[in-house]
């Protein structure tokens, strides 16, 4: 019998190097079609998205979600694009990533501020530095908002001066220009009645008006309204119930209305391990409209849908919406719609029809 031989180390090694071959082949092999996905991805963030969206006036919900912890919301949020112009209201947290899976019109033409609470001009910065970073813009971004939103963004400003120091040192006054850092406040005063409005923009045939709202102890708290083409949308903002909504949302095609549960909030003051969540959760639902308040403001305004926005508390399964939404069907027999991050409501000019998606 001949003795088994072992091969030369010639051939051991050719043998390593058609492995390593083989293997550094199949490594880089996947990179052509993930980078090729990758950058399909992120032209869909870069194409002008105003030509994507519908004709009419289009709002997105961009966050639906309130200070409470919530993986599938950020905070309160909504954008309105209606033909060449795009407002955002309010600035909760998390807001900013979600305007740009949105796609929105990178410049908008204001933000508006509903009130100074933290959780609706938490990302104010941010949408800021977007506004002035992608645009090479050389304004500042437009707040408009109640009386007070002049020291909102004046801290603001402050708060990112150092930032967009470094910002211009490092990409260049070309591409950075100084005079577009930050933001710029507008006030807009209202009259002492409690259903007190003003018109704050008005032209290409869209009007947005704010009216005041009750959201006490917090004062102002304002909510807008915005018509274009034969269609409305109004916007509360925080509040109770309050006929000023009824009055200012008058015949509306969706009212986009907070929404507190309390009994499910009273679960939580109950079984609150820290006593400091328990009073809060005590306090807060009577700044807050309840579903069924929501409701009845809807009714008496005439609206011809009801979507419900910055949720308390979150509710991660679509089993809890019956429990959150109680008997808001019973006050408002239209549509009711739950509000989820990525939602928009296209409204077709002169029409009364409603086309409801996703943006993300």
Not at 268 to 293: F, L, R
Not at 347 to 354: C, F, H, I, T
Request: aromatic share 8%.
């Amino acid at each position: 019998m001949r003795e088994a031989r072992l091969p030369r180390p010639w051939v051991l090694g050719l043998g390593a190097a058609c492995l390593v071959g083989a293997a550094c082949l199949a490594a880089f092999a996947w990179k052509p079609a993930v980078l090729a996905a990758m950058m399909a991805e992120f032209r869909s963030h870069q194409t002008p998205s105003a030509l994507a969206f519908p004709e009419g006036l289009n709002v997105v919900l961009i966050g639906t979600g309130s200070p409470m912890g919530d993986k599938a919301r950020v905070g309160a949020c909504l954008a309105v694009v209606a033909g060449k112009h795009t407002f955002i209201v309010d600035a909760g947290e998390g807001a900013n990533r979600n305007i740009q899976l949105a796609r929105l019109p990178t410049k908008p033409d204001a933000l508006l501020l509903t009130h100074f609470h933290s959780d609706h001009i938490a990302s104010l910065g941010d949408i800021a530095l977007g506004h002035w970073s992608r645009n090479r813009s050389t304004d500042p971004l437009l707040v408009i908002g109640p009386a007070g939103v002049e020291s909102v963004v004046r801290g603001f400003n402050e708060a990112y001066s150092l930032d967009d120091g470094y910002r211009v040192e490092h990409h260049g006054a070309d591409w950075m220009p100084p005079s577009g850092a930050g933001s710029v406040a507008r006030t807009v005063e209202l009259g002492l009645e409690p259903d007190a409005s003003a018109v704050v923009y008005n032209e290409d045939g869209l009007r947005v008006t704010m009216f005041r709202v009750d959201h006490g102890p917090v004062k102002p708290a304002v909510g807008y309204r915005f018509d274009y083409r034969g269609r409305s949308v109004a916007m509360s903002g925080d509040t109770a119930y309050t006929e000023s909504i009824v009055k200012n949302a008058r015949g509306v095609d969706i009212l986009l209305n907070e929404a507190l549960s309390g009994p499910m909030v009273s679960v939580i003051e109950a079984y609150a391990a820290n006593p400091s969540t328990a009073k809060i959760a005590h306090d807060i639902p009577g700044y807050h409209s309840s579903p069924e308040d929501a409701a009845r403001m809807a009714a008496g305004a005439g609206a011809g849908m009801l979507a419900l926005y910055h949720i308390i508390p979150p509710t991660a399964s679509p089993l809890l919406y019956p429990i959150f939404l109680g008997d808001a069907g019973r006050f408002f027999h239209r549509q009711i719609s739950l509000g989820a991050d990525g939602m928009m409501f296209s409204l077709a000019p002169d029409s009364k029809r409603v086309r409801q998606t996703r943006r993300f």
